[in-house]
């Protein structure tokens, strides 16, 4: 399965993954970031030996998206963005979601323990 079938068929599995990850890491980083008239803020992991970013985002505009980005054996870097359905919304910890609200809003990041995202 190639990624871009794995993030339309399976992106509540990356979600899960993902959200499994940062409630575990201690510290865990959400950052803000933006481009021209984008803002948003950004939770990922990286999983290096497969050359794979992970990532949720929370836009100013309220949308969450689940961001996959990765190198093929050409060394090509390829991103593919799936917007998240209200039931994949449902879904995400209160605490996770809280905090990159405040992150968006505050147009700064915080660092925190993970588990304090899993309330």
Known sequence: MDYKELVQHHSGELIEKLITYIVSKDPVEVLFNFEDNDQWSIISMHQYEEDLEISLRLHS???????????????????????????????LPEGLKKIMKKVVEDEKGMRLSGNFLAK
């Open 61 to 91: 505009t309220g949308i969450y998206d689940l961001y996959l980005g990765y190198y093929d054996d050409e060394d090509e870097f390829f991103e593919i963005v799936h917007v998240l359905t209200a039931i994949e919304i449902e879904q």
